[in-house]
Every structure is written in C-alpha cells, then in structure tokens.
C-alpha cells in the first residue's frame, strides 16, 4: 500500500539532509512502529509523507497504492485517503466542528470523483459515531478543540479520524507527551480502525504505547534510515537497550 524506495530528504532549503536511502514497505492491513533516537528524522519522515512545506524529498521515491506520491500536493495526499494524526491540534474559532468535517470530507468526496454526503447522513454517522466514542454530542457544536481539554482533544481527533475515512494513517506523538487516559483513547481508536483495507504508520518515543497498539512490525529509525527491524517484542527490546548499536 505504502512503499517507500531509497528516500532521501531535506529540510533548511536543503541545507540539511535527514533522511538518506530509508526504504520502506507497509500492505495494507497492516500496522507498523517506527521507533529512534531523538532527532532522527522520524517527525520529518511524516512531514515528507504528508507533504509539508520545508521538508523535501531529493532522492528515491513514494509509492501510495501505485502512485507516485510526491507528485501530489497535500490536497490531494489526503484526498487519496492519506491522514496525518497532529500532533498539536488545530483550533478553528468560529467554525463549529460538525461544518469543518462536512466540509472537509466533501472536498475530499469530491476529489475523489464521489457524491458528496448529504447532511442527514452525516449527521446520523457522526451521532453513531460520537456515542461509540463516548463523547458530548454538545462538542460536536462548539468550534473545533476551542478550550477541549487534552483527553477531549485525542477524542476528537481520533473522531476527525474516523470520519473522513482515511485509507492510511500516519500518527507521530513522538513530543506530544501522552497521558495514560490519552494513550487509552488514542489506542482505542487506532484499535478501531484497524481493518484490511488500513495501513497505519505510528511513529513513538514511549514502548508503552505499543503495549496498548500492538503493531505487525517495528522498525527503528536511525542513521536516516530504517536501521533494523523486529515485532511487537522488538520494542521492549530496545526501550531496554536503547539506541546506542544504531549510533550513526
Ligand atoms: P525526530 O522526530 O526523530 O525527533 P525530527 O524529524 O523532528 O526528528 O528532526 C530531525 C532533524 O532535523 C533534527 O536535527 C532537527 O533539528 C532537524 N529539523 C527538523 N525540521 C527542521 C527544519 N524545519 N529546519 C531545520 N532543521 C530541522
Ligand atoms: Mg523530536
Ligand atoms: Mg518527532
């Protein structure tokens, strides 16, 4: 689904290179760990995926389900079905959460050459889906993650998440300091969203969240490229060990 042939990239108009010769694969139905040191490249890995300004692929190639990834704006990265979890959650003011979803999963239908989902049937998935979630239906109205607390914050994401109906996942908390009840839900949600048809990329400092998110592969970043590899058990490995044999 993902495949990542021999990237290379750079930030600081390409002063800097991060990334060098990194490969790597994920199929669909699959979720895979990325694990380092600090300043590995590992936040500037997902910036390349998504396409952020500042962060430059100037080697190798992205493969999204055959296509060439690098090609596409951002736009369109997500209009494909690509979602980057944030790591700092955006605030709207003055746009009620439910019209900023509505609008962006339509612009993301329309992309795609789908109809757009009227509102009864966007309101009735959105319902369905805040109660599986256990959240305030009254934070559906207020303006996107104005004055939500931290938990509420995860909830919604992993709510943003589910509506608009992502094909892979790249989540990178690698800062963002997780509580335990914010790792549950963030977990919980990522548990949810597992399917066949899903690739997921979770990119973590904490071991412990891999005990709650038990991925198909872990991988360590390090170098600018993937340096090894293992399963779920490999995590315990090196949150024991550190990342000392991998020093560049
Ligand atoms: P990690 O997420 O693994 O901690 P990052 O991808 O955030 O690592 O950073 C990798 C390296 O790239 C660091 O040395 C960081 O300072 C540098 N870097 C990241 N973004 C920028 C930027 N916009 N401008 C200059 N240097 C950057
Ligand atoms: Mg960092
Ligand atoms: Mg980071």
């Known amino acids: 689904m993902l495949k990542i042939n021999n990237l290379s990239a750079t930030v600081d108009d390409g002063q800097k290179t991060i990334l060098k010769d990194l490969s790597l694969e994920i199929p669909a139905g699959e979720v895979h760990a990325i694990m380092g040191p600090n300043g590995a490249g590992k936040s500037t890995l997902s910036y390349v995926l998504t396409g952020r300004d500042g962060y430059e692929a100037s080697d190798g190639s992205i493969e999204f389900e055959g296509e060439d990834l690098l090609d596409m704006d951002p736009e369109e990265r997500a209009a494909k079905g690509l979602f980057l979890s944030f790591q700092y959650p955006l605030e709207i003011p003055g746009v009620p959460t439910m019209t900023f979803l509505k609008t962006a999963l339509n612009a993301q239908r329309k992309a795609r050459g789908e109809e757009e989902m009227k509102a009864p049937e966007f309101l009735k998935k959105a319902k369905a889906l805040a109660a599986e979630l256990k959240m305030k239906p009254e934070m559906l109205k207020r ?3 104005v004055g939500f607390s931290g938990g509420e914050k995860k909830r919604m994401e992993i709510f943003q998440m589910m509506m608009l109906e992502p094909r892979f996942i ?3 908390e690698t800062d963002s300091g997780l509580d ?3 790792m549950r839900i963030v977990a919980d949600g990522v548990n949810k ?6 690739g997921m990329l979770v990119i973590t400092h904490y071991q412990r ?3 709650y998110i038990v991925p198909d592969k872990v991988h360590v970043l390090a170098g600018g490229k993937i340096a090894d590899s293992g399963d779920a058990e490999f995590a315990k490995k090196l949150e024991a060990e550190g990342y000392d044999a ?3």
Do not use: E, T
């Not at 969203?193 to 899903?198: G, H, I, N, V, Y």
């Open 143 to 145: 303006p996107l993650n």
């Open 170 to 172: 790249v989540m990178d």
């Open 193 to 198: 969203l597992r399917s066949k048809d899903r």
């Open 209 to 211: 969240l891999l005990d």
């Open 180 to 182: 335990v009840d914010a």
């Open 246 to 248: 991998y020093a560049a």
